[in-house]
């Protein structure tokens, strides 16, 4: 770890002040991620921002009916919160679904929008790569690729986005509220995190000084039909190797809606509104929803140890979707 | 006369178990002496070549850092292998850190950063520059499979493949039925939960206490005072505690070399302490290709056994266990052929783990042997039945004991054996498959000369050592039970000291020997302090036991009594009293008797498992598992059963998880880590039953006790396979079975 300073924000202004005047400065919520990576030293801040004093620690509901978690609600009180158990059991069950209890009560919701890429080689000073240190290479793409992603690569890097919780939030289309010296703004999720592209360094399209305020849930939760299916290598305390949110609303037997996020498979939870088109006014079958998984992974490309996560995504996603309609073992 | 056990057999707490969870008893990295320095390690970033430069100067600038070592400024020191090796070591040239610029290894230490505190060294560290000239490298054991070569030489306790016998391959050809398929293992590493990390006392008269993590605190010290030509009585290597080790800790690592290196040249007390990403750098279970042919007639007789391993083995050492013989000592067969090779890599030399050899060959093994069940359309355990073995082929002998057949009969009535079908793919529950299968275990039951010092004080209190180990496996407490029953006293009353230097001679802690090695020599010392007990009780004019046979004193409840008048009894206060001592001290050394030359001693286990694989997602849960054993006498049945169930887990995680990936482009590691390298959580694992069968061996030592601490693991990796083709009719035969090979 490399020596910095430590600054207590008292204020959202304090906090982004300090961060606008040092470039390597950095925000810390919960700490569960920047501090390893501070350890392993693949982050060198000059200033560590502490927030946790700030305000933002409210679920309350919106005028438009929808719900407002504050930044720094922790992923624990999130999940076991009534009313995003009762209105959004999707955003809970897919939180539970992610690392483990003691992490969960330290993290917080800004800081898992935010939580980089477990990619081996990110991680490891003593390799390449571009999303640590630009045009050093990408060792993942010819090296050891299992957990990498198959959706939305570039030449330049392939790694996925880990977290569960921002794959229900893209399914269930929230809004990231941020401030910044250039005052607030609304971002919808889905312009949120970035695919690599050629600046695999950036995660996201938040402006280095921006903090992140909220995540509003607009009011449609899909409470009656959704699920958080977790595909991993042990039973829990497991990255996904592929996950699926699946949210639908149904008329009788018929889909009026649906959303499909994946995650595990790209640089952010991947999303196609035209592949979940598909499914309008289609009966709640099989049948329709193996279409919308061939739809989804469409264009999906392997690196060698990851190319097993292009059948396990469609066959996740059907199992979803069946789930979600409550018609698991039905044709 | 023999006392009656009343403290053997008994499922004892752990005597250190307190201290353990109050966080009193303190392992390597955490003795503290004021002025300590921190030293932080740099490792290799490239797997062969050499080092251009190093470049400290940034790290210098820092106030508080006092050095930088390096191959460059290291002080002079022998060259010769032989001042180097030490007694875990195989054949060859071992690793010297810091020696010159050669990098024959990822992650090799190439420097060594002296501080003030443990952060400024670890930040210091970061900021050596090290500029390399890369050679090519090798880390693939199959493209080097070609090049693999009968290893060159032996090593203690090392059992070279038999010798064949019969017609092996002819015998195949011409078999009924058979079965001829490779196997694959990968590189594990034993990710102890304490990292490796040696406290290096500089003492003000110049000697040094060394606290290191350790499974032989005598391995370590021989090998200081010869690499830093020191007399061994300015050495003390201490290891009280050791917070598993599972054989990463039977060589000393590089760490205890660079903070004895720090120490010496700075005069100053140094502690190195190895991060989870170095726990990666100095030795792992061996990758192996594996080639088990079987060939039986219709009726299941075993006529051919053909087992070929290579196995990997570092540039500069060859490692080698033992992974082809086991077939032939479990089954009886005329025709019988086994091959070992290892193939170098640009790794560093393995390391045993966990039933080395065993874990894995028998995990080949007895996957052919289930293969060779279903071809033959016979039931696995009639199959091992039929085969069984009375004697052990290889070497010609009997066994001193093999209750093998009640493992598999017990095991089987436990888990329901019976009611399974033998079709594949006939069990399902939802969208999940079930499975279930079985494997046999064996691992040797062996016995080395080890000495052990009891002393009895006029308190009452009996204090025993010897420098073992206990590596969690509970030697501290088999030990106080075993002395405080030999002397009748409570457990309360003994206190059993190891993992100290300057303590009577013992074997390194492996092998599971310590309960037979080690115990032996607790009881002997323990039965001579009796029979100096026994003249005073009886020759002393007054006693109430003078007069009375030597054969008719027991030993009960801290007294010494007449068997067939418990009233005329003495303490052994009073005793020693009469005797006129104010304390007895024994030192004995236990050898292994010559009687059991002419047997084979092992430990055996029949292994069931349930699994549940998700037809679609592949997804495999281990959801039963029973392990019935036959491990001689149990000495105490809870730590006995805690051994097993954690070998246990272990077999799981070998099945379904473990496997350190490498980048073949990079020559290295890259799941450094808890959170990318996999061992079960609790949500996986579910039952586990341990069965311990009656056996009887009273040629295995004089306790009659099996050492448990590896028969655990064997075998389970096997059962695991086998449930998985038994639920979905797949043969995986690589480990682990991940998801992808099921979809
Ligand atoms: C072993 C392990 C296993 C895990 N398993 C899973 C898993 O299975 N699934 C899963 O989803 N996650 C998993 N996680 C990740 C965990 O969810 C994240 O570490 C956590 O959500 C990060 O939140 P935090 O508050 O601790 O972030 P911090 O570490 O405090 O911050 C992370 C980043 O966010 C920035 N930041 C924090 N708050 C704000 C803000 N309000 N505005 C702007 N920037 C901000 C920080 O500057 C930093 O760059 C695991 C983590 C570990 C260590
Ligand atoms: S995939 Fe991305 S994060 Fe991983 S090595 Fe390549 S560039 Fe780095």
């Known amino acids: 770890m490399n020596r910095f300073s430590y600054v207590r924000a008292r204020d959202a202004r304090e906090a982004v002040d300090v961060v606008s005047a040092h470039p390597t400065a950095r925000f810390i919520g919960g700490g569960t991620n920047l501090l390893d990576l501070m350890k392993e030293h693949v982050t060198h801040p000059s200033h560590v921002v502490d927030i946790t004093r700030l305000p933002l620690k409210g679920i309350e509901d919106t005028p438009d009916g929808g719900l407002r978690i504050g930044a720094l609600v922790t992923n624990s009180e999130v999940a076991w919160n009534a009313e995003v158990k009762r209105r959004y059991p999707l955003l809970s069950k897919a939180i539970l679904a992610g690392a483990s209890p003691q992490l969960r009560n330290m993290a917080t919701t800004g800081g898992n929008l935010l939580q980089r890429t477990r990619c081996y080689y990110f991680y490891d000073v003593g390799t390449p790569c571009n999303k640590r240190e630009p045009g050093s290479g990408c060792g993942a793409k010819t090296g050891f690729n299992r957990i990498h992603a198959i959706l939305g690569t570039s030449e330049q890097c392939i790694a996925t986005h880990p977290s569960d919780m921002c794959v229900a939030l893209a399914a269930l289309e929230a809004v990231v509220r941020v401030t910044g010296k250039d005052g607030e703004r609304a971002i919808p999720f889905a312009d949120f995190h970035r695919l690599p592209g050629d600046t695999p360094q950036l995660d996201t399209n938040l402006k280095p000084d921006e903090l992140i305020t909220a995540v509003e849930l607009p009011p449609e939760g899909f409470a009656a039909h959704s699920t958080y299916l977790k595909v991993r290598d042990r039973a829990s305390y497991a990255f996904a190797l592929v996950s699926v949110a699946a949210a639908l609303t149904l008329d009788g037997g018929h889909v009026r809606s649906a959303r499909v996020a994946l995650g595990g498979v790209a640089h952010k939870p991947w999303r196609n509104p035209e592949a979940e088109a598909l499914l309008t006014g289609k009966p709640a079958t099989r049948e329709h929803f193996q279409a919308v998984a061939d739809a989804l992974v469409r264009g999906a490309k392997g690196f060698g140890h990851n190319t097993f996560k292009i059948e396990l995504a469609k066959r996740s996603v059907v199992r979803a979707l069946e789930e979600a309609a409550g018609r698991e073992g039905q044709p | ?743």
């Open chain 2, 1 to 743: 006369m023999t006392t009656p056990s009343t403290q053997l057999g008994r499922p004892v707490n752990r005597v250190d178990g307190r201290a353990k969870v109050t966080g009193e008893a303190r392992y390597a990295g955490e003795f503290n002496v004021p002025g300590l320095l921190y030293g932080q390690v740099v490792s290799s970033t490239i797997a062969r070549g050499r080092i251009k430069s190093i470049d400290a100067s940034e790290a210098l600038r820092l106030p508080g850092v006092l050095r930088v070592f390096t191959h460059e400024n290291r002080p002079s020191l022998p060259w010769f292998d032989r001042k180097y090796r030490d007694d875990d070591a195989p054949s060859g040239s071992p690793f010297r850190p810091l020696h010159n610029d050669k990098v024959v290894y990822s992650g090799q230490p190439v420097a060594l950063v002296v501080a003030e505190t443990f952060e400024l060294a670890r930040h210091a560290a970061s900021l050596v520059r090290i500029e390399y000239k890369p050679d090519s490298h090798e880390t693939d054991l199959r493209a080097q499979r070609k090049k693999a070569y009968a290893p060159r030489q032996g090593k203690d306790g090392f059992e070279p493949p038999p010798k064949p016998w019969g017609h092996a391959d002819k015998a195949l050809d011409k078999a009924a039925v058979k079965v001829d398929a490779e196997y694959e293992t990968p590189v594990e590493h034993h990710n102890p939960m304490e990292p490796h990390a040696s406290t290096v006392i500089h003492e003000d008269d110049g000697t040094l206490t060394i606290y290191d993590k350790t499974q032989g605190v005598l391995n370590s010290q021989t090998y200081v005072c010869n690499v830093f030509d020191l007399p061994k009585e300015q050495v003390r290597v201490r290891s009280p505690f050791v917070g598993g080790a599972f054989g990463s800790g039977l060589r000393p690592q590089y760490q205890l070399f660079l903070a004895v290196l720090a120490a010496r040249e700075l005069k100053r007390s140094v502690r190195v302490t190895l991060t989870r990403e170095q726990m990666f750098t100095f030795g792992h279970r061996p990758a192996t290709l594996q080639r088990v042919a079987l060939g039986a007639s219709a009726d299941g007789t075993l006529e051919a056994l053909i087992h070929e391993a290579v196995s990997e083995t570092s540039s500069f050492e060859d490692y080698i266990e033992v992974l082809v013989n086991w077939g032939s000592m479990l089954y009886r067969c005329d025709n019988v052929r086994a091959d070992y090779k290892v193939a170098a890599l640009d790794c560093y030399t393995p390391i045993d783990m966990r039933a080395p050899g065993a874990a894995i060959g028998v995990y080949a093994l007895e996957s052919a042997m289930d293969e060779l069940a279903h071809a033959l359309r016979m039931d696995p355990i009639a199959l091992r039945l039929k085969n069984y073995s009375e004697r052990d082929q290889n070497k010609d002998k009997p066994y001193s004991s093999k209750e093998l057949r009640a493992c598999y009969q017990q095991g089987a009535e436990r888990f329901g054996w019976a009611r399974r079908n033998p079709e594949p793919r006939s069990m399902r529950e939802g969208h999940e498959l079930v499975g279930w299968g079985m494997a046999t275990g064996i691992w040797d039951a062996m016995q080395q000369p080890a000495s052990a010092k009891a002393v009895l004080g006029l308190d009452g209190r009996l204090v025993v050592s010897s420098a073992t180990a206990d590596i969690g496996t509970g030697t501290y407490t088999v030990m106080t039970q075993i002395a405080a029953d030999t002397l009748g006293l409570p457990i309360e009353s003994v206190t059993f000291k190891l993992g100290d230097s300057s303590l009577p001679m013992a074997p390194l802690e492996g092998g599971s020997w310590t309960v037979a090695s080690v115990g032996s020599a607790v009881k002997e010392a323990c039965e001579k302090l009796r029979e100096q007990l026994v003249t005073f009780a009886r020759k002393t004019k007054g006693s109430p036991l003078a007069g009375v046979g030597a054969e008719e004193v027991v030993f009960a409840e801290g007294q010494l009594r007449n068997a067939s008048d418990p009233s005329r009894a003495v303490s052994i206060v009073e005793a020693m009293r009469l005797g006129g001592v104010t304390h007895l001290e024994e030192q004995t050394s236990a050898v292994p008797s010559p009687k059991q030359q002419a047997y084979t001693r092992c430990v055996h286990s029949a292994v069931f498992a349930e699994v549940k694989v998700d037809e679609a997602l592949g997804t495999v849960r281990v959801t039963r598992v029973v392990s019935a054993v036959a491990g001689g006498r149990v000495l105490n049945p809870k730590t006995a059963r805690s051994q097993v169930m954690g070998g246990v887990v272990w077999g799981i995680s070998m099945a379904l998880h473990e496997e350190t990936a490498l980048d073949h482009t990079l020559g290295r590691f890259m799941n450094h880590n808890y959170a990318e390298y996999h061992v079960p959580v609790n949500a996986d694992v579910r039952d586990i039953d341990v069965i311990f069968v009656d056996e009887d061996d009273t040629v295995v030592n004089p306790l009659g006790a099996k050492g448990l601490g590896e028969i655990g693991i064997v075998g389970v990796a096997a059962a695991v396979a086998n449930a998985v083709f038994h639920a979905t009719g797949r043969r995986v035969r690589g480990l682990p079975i991940t998801l992808d090979k099921l979809l």
